[in-house]
């Protein structure tokens, strides 16, 4: 534990930015010193460490060999797909990740070019990851679970010199044939001659290469990587871009997030040591996909920026086999913090509600539970801590942000835990709640979460290609606060809690959706008139998207077969991951007098909440037609 305690440290990063991040970026390993840490406060896009220059794939690879611990495990990897377990040391993984990266560059990739990543939970997804790094160029990586179009939207607006892939990802139920959708994808963004590198897996029908293949052109990893010698790190500026990863917004075009290298690492290297307590050699677990900002984070880059042993884990917290599977990889592996999604631990809790299989495995190692991606439930939090024996804390945090706004800082100084709240803002995030005016809100009064500019480092710096739409997604709301979306209050201890968000983007098991790309999909429908879709409230996955849908006049078709093919049709365009299921024929939709579908009523009405009609609405009796269906038992 620190020396200072965490209200001290808070408002040192409040009231001296520039001492307080320059203090924190001698954790870092720099190519050239910053002499400042902040360019730009009064900017509505400011830069971290302007005159540093930094690899952050040196960082987290090189500097523990040189350091003598290169024989320790930097990754583990286990798969309880295949019921494998793979050690990689820092040294074996600074060499593949070296040899990757000439592979890159002698398919073009340069300093800044974008590489699209589109793989399951193996190493070579990391490996792709740190290689572009290593390169001073720039990741995109997308969630396996997501289709073509999807990918598409990505690679059309990312424009990647590379795509790395993989022959697939594997599914409990099924093999998931990731070529066809590369192959789609790219004909859907108008960008079939990019390379493609393929890692192929065991038991998938498409291979890269063969002859009369679709993919005929494309390259064979393991080919590429016999005859690759190891590139160096280029150094590049440290607000130069590490990646872009892509995250729903209201509308159905997705937002580049863009994250910076020197920002990024300083504010990685401190919640490792402050946050999660986790130092050089221990083993951290982060139970989620490198799809999302929480694998980026913490699978890849803040454990091996810390020296410590990441876990990959290929599988699912239930059915492979059992509901035992993350305590055996905890007991495997010795696993001092595993970090997970709320909706894991309710679907372990659904099938061995006593955490029966828990008795099998030595779980000492253990010392902390960490859990974001959405809000954890307060059955779940007593639960989790009561068969675990170790503290549950919750974090909230955005890809936007990279790493928690709020947290309760274990290695810093553990504060007590309130079951429903993140705990306290970490420091750089000047958090307020503020009304629809901007104006602050009593203690206790629920109201807008925003942040005062400028933000901390490693959070976002822009949106990818567009200033503008960064600046009126989350900046023109609240002038001279971010916009987080979330809505939420502060208690009279300071204890901040986050109920949800104010927009139209959803949470289904951790997973974040934009209702509006949904609905876009389901427009396409010869059959649909207009549709909203709403996030209703959902005891495992937290919340799940339901349709309700107007037909055109004159239109002929059961409502199980429209259900079948919408459903389908979501799954084709968005991905399986959306969870798509539900919709329901409905006469009309509550409006305003401007055309606005009323989708917040009709949420309150579903969950059973107080709910408010404005009084803009068109025609108020459409509420009371659709009152029996919203309340409806699903
Ligand atoms: N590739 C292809 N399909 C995928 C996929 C992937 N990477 N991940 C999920 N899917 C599919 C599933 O197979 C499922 O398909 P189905 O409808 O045919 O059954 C569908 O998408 C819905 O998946 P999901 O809602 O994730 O359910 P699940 O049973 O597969 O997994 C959890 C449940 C809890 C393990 C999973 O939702 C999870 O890990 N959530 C946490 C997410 C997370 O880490 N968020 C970041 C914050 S920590
Ligand atoms: P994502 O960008 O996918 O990480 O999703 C971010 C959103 O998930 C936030 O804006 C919140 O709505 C929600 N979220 C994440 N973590 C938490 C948490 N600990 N508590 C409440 N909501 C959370």
């Known amino acids: ?69 290169g024989g320790q495990d930097a990754l583990i990897y286990d798969s309880a797909m295949l019921g494998i377990q793979r050690h990689y040391s820092y040294a074996e993984l600074t060499d593949l990740v070296a040899r990757f990266a000439s592979v890159l560059r002698s398919h073009g990739v340069d300093k800044g070019d974008r590489v699209v990543i589109y793989m399951p939970m193996i190493p070579e997804t990391v490996i792709a990851m740190l290689a572009t790094a290593r390169l001073g160029a720039v990741h995109s990586v997308v969630f396996g679970g997501f289709a073509a179009a999807e990918l598409a939207s990505r690679i059309a607006d990312a424009q990647p010199a590379v795509v790395v892939t993989a022959s697939g990802g594997l599914e409990p139920s099924r093999r998931i044939e990731y070529l066809p959708a590369v192959a789609e994808a790219l004909r859907l963004a108008d960008a079939g001659s990019t390379p493609v590198i393929v890692k192929v897996r065991d038991g998938f029908e498409a291979a890269a290469g063969g002859s009369g293949s679709p ?33 729903s917004g209201t509308t159905g075009a997705p937002k580049g997030v863009v994250r ?234 300071g204890y901040v809690f986050v109920m949800g968000r104010t927009d139209d983007v959803i949470n289904v098991a951790g997973h974040r959706l934009s209702t509006g790309a949904i609905e876009q999909v389901l427009a396409q429908h010869p059959a649909v008139a207009e549709c909203a879709v709403i996030g209703l409230a959902d005891v495992l996955k937290g919340q799940r998207a339901s349709a309700y849908i107007v037909l055109k006049s004159g239109v002929h078709i059961t409502e199980e077969q429209l259900v079948k093919e919408l459903v389908t049709m979501v799954r084709e365009h968005i991905g399986p991951v959306a969870d798509f299921k539900q919709a329901v024929v409905v006469d009309s939709l509550p409006k305003t007098r401007s055309g606005k579908i009323l989708r917040k009523t009709m949420r309150q009405i579903a969950d059973g909440h107080e709910y408010t009609v404005p009084s803009t609405i068109e025609d108020a009796s459409v509420i009371d037609s659709l009152l029996p269906i919203l309340r409806m038992p699903r």
């Open 215 to 247: 993919y005929e052109s494309w390259r064979d990893w393991d080919t590429e990587m016999l005859e690759a010698g190891p590139a160096d790190p280029v150094p590049v500026a440290a607000s130069d871009p590490l990646y872009v990863l892509y995250t």
């Open 260 to 493: 910076d290298n020197g920002g990024h690492a300083t504010a990685l290297m401190w919640t490792m040591t402050n946050l999660y307590d986790i130092h050089p050699g221990d083993v951290m677990w982060t139970a989620s996909d490198v799809g999302w900002v929480v694998g980026h984070s913490y699978i890849v880059y803040g454990p091996l920026l810390a020296g410590a042993t990441t876990v990959l884990y290929e599988g699912k917290p239930v059915g492979t086999p059992d509901a035992g599977a993350f305590w055996r990889v905890v007991s495997d592996h010795r696993v001092r913090v595993l970090f997970t999604a709320p909706t894991a631990l309710r679907a372990i809790r659904k099938v061995d509600p006593e955490a029966a299989e828990l008795a099998k495995y030595d779980m000492s190692s253990l010392t902390t539970l960490f859990a974001a991606g959405e809000r954890l439930d307060s059955d779940t939090y007593h639960w989790a801590g009561r068969v675990l024996n170790v503290p549950v804390v919750d974090h909230w945090w955005q890809t936007e942000t990279g790493w928690a706004i709020c947290g309760n800082p274990r290695g810093l100084e553990p504060l007590p835990i309130k079951a429903g709240s993140p705990s306290f803002p970490m420091p750089g995030f000047d958090l307020r709640i503020v009304d629809g005016r901007g104006d602050r809100v009593p203690t206790g009064t629920e109201g807008n979460i925003v942040l005062g500019l400028p933000l901390p480092p490693g959070t976002l710096m822009t949106l990818w290609g567009s200033d503008e739409r960064y600046i009126s997604s989350y900046l023109n709301a609240f002038p001279g606060y971010y916009t987080t979306g979330d809505s939420g209050y502060v208690d009279e201890d």
């Open 1 to 69: 534990m620190s020396e200072e305690d965490y209200r001290a440290v808070y408002q040192r990063s409040l009231h001296d930015p520039e001492g307080f991040w320059l203090e924190a970026a001698r954790a870092v390993d720099w190519d050239q010193e910053p002499s400042r840490a902040l360019d730009g406060a009064s900017a509505l896009i400011s830069k971290w460490f302007p005159d540093a220059r930094i690899n952050t794939s040196f960082n987290a690879l090189d500097r523990h060999v040189l350091a003598g611990r």
